[in-house]
């Protein structure tokens, strides 16, 4: 039975370690971010993290990065 049901998404993603596209696994955070300079708000900032199954380094991108 090869059932998943997790809340991963995967996907195959080049991985700057491995120096090839590897599986990772893909989620979504949010990161509460207070900036010094701006101190008028905060801003929960959305992350896609990735994660490679083979080396398993992680990568944090920033979803709203224009
Ligand atoms: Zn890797």
Redesign the pocket.
């Known amino acids: 039975m090869a059932t998943q049901n997790s809340t991963f998404a995967e996907t195959t993603e080049l ?1 700057e ?2 120096e090839k596209s ?1 599986p990772h696994d893909v989620t979504i955070e949010i990161q509460t971010e207070s900036k010094k300079q701006n101190n008028t708000e905060f801003s929960r900032e959305p992350y896609r993290v990735t994660e ?1 199954m ?2 398993n ?1 992680m990568t944090a991108k920033r979803m709203n990065d224009a």
Do not use: A, D, S
């Open positions: 991985c370690e491995c590897t490679c083979e080396c380094e």
